[in-house]
């Protein structure tokens, strides 16, 4: 592909003026190593590695199929307890030296499986990096945020912003329930503003009636008479599947959707319209029968959880097979396609990423793939 050079065409780029091409000498040598004993260094040694021409992810795309992570979840139910754990969680670590490195499941982005059994909790706790989380399968689920309870049905999208008192469970007469976390764990770790702090109690006592924030804020209408919500986050806290499947589908009744999301909507934060959080977002996306999407890239890390459906993606020329609660992840700057396999039916893909941030510095850059029409071919 054009836009993708070789190293040999990245190497004669490099040859032009502007960029660094000294030839080094055993006089400039010794310099390099005066320098070293200074702390210091000669930037144009550097400059092309820490300035390429486009962004380089270190992380690659990557698929982890829920039947073979639920496994391991089941598994680690029985290994140890939330008790001992903190928190029970099967982390995706990206397929790379540094998804590994950061504890990343890409970007900046930590992603893992949380399994409860009923009758568990999850002791309370705070810390500075936000989280999400996308329901998969269990029943009586339920988390307690700010001393607000929240209960948690399949395929609902639930926020913990940074700062809140948090503990999860499930009710001793509900069922193993299985959920996605998103978190800015490696983003707060790189900026060096990650703080944590342990409840007084294992669990919070609610303050607030069952679910009062989603069935306040939840709706069209806007509550009055009670108190100007002022945080920097969505009051809605919990997004419901049969609102944002019914919003979706109301949506695709009028509009043709993107040419590379199908029908896309952002879990938003209903008093701007902006995002749920401050640092990550959230998409619900359809995608029509039979709908195979054009190819695009852009800035920004997006983790793609199956709501409903199957199909394939290809990124960055590779084609990934999914299922409903697979999860896969798109790398910055990385070309992706989304394809529905089912000709009769729509699948739905839920999606994260760390676009407010790219957005919050100006760095949110898209491009449309257009080299032999609108599709990536596949690599073999
Ligand atoms: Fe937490
Ligand atoms: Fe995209």
């Not at 190293?7 to 660094?20: I, K, T």
């Not at 039947?67 to 754990?85: F, K, S, T, W, Y």
């Not at 499986?113 to 500075?128: D, S, V, W």
């Not at 940074?162 to 007469?173: F, L, P, S, T």
Request: hydrophobic share 40%.
């Amino acid at each position: 592909m054009s836009s993708h050079p070789a190293a040999q065409e990245l190497d004669l780029r490099d040859r032009q003026r502007g960029r660094s091409h000294v030839t080094d000498t055993p006089v400039l040598e010794a310099f390099y190593n005066r320098l070293e004993g200074h702390n210091a260094g000669a930037f144009w040694k550097r400059a092309n590695a820490i300035e390429p021409w486009e962004p380089a992810s270190r992380y690659t795309a990557t698929l982890w199929k829920y039947a073979e992570m639920r496994r391991l979840c089941l598994e680690a139910i029985e290994l140890v307890r939330p008790e001992e754990a903190g928190r029970r969680v099967v982390t995706l670590l990206n397929d790379s030296a540094a998804g590994r490195e950061n504890t990343a499941v890409v970007g900046w982005l930590f992603s893992g499986l949380q399994a409860m059994k009923p009758g568990e909790i999850t002791p309370a706790h705070r810390h500075t990096a936000s989280a999400h989380r996308f329901i998969m399968e269990g029943g009586g689920a339920y988390t307690v945020v700010d001393g607000h309870p929240i209960t948690l049905g399949k395929n609902d999208y639930v926020l913990t912003p940074n700062g809140c008192w948090h503990d999860h469970g499930v009710a001793a007469d509900g069922q193993v329930s299985i959920w996605q976390d998103g978190l800015d764990i490696p983003l707060m770790n790189s900026l060096e503003a990650n703080f944590y702090a342990v409840h007084d109690a294992p669990m919070q006592t609610p303050a607030f009636p069952p679910n009062d924030l989603p069935l306040s804020y939840g709706g069209l209408m806007r509550p009055a008479g009670v108190a100007a919500w002022s945080k920097p986050y969505s009051p809605t806290m919990v997004y419901r599947w049969e609102q944002v499947r019914d919003a979706l589908w109301n949506f695709a009744k009028v509009s043709p959707g993107s040419p590379y999301d199908g029908h896309i909507m952002r879990y938003s934060n209903p008093l701007t319209g902006g995002w749920a959080l401050q640092t990550m977002g959230a998409h619900m996306q359809l995608l029509g029968p039979g709908l195979h999407t054009h190819a695009h890239r852009h800035t920004g890390n997006v983790v793609y959880n199956v709501a409903q459906g199957h199909g394939y993606s290809i990124i960055g020329g590779r084609r990934f097979d999914w299922q409903e609660h697979d999860i896969f992840c798109v790398p910055a700057w990385t070309w992706h396609e989304h394809v529905n396999l089912d000709s009769g039916s729509e699948a739905f893909l839920f999606s994260f990423n760390d676009f407010p941030v790219m957005e919050a510095l100006g760095v949110m850059i898209e491009e449309a793939y257009d080299d032999n029409g609108v599709h990536q071919t596949i690599a073999v």
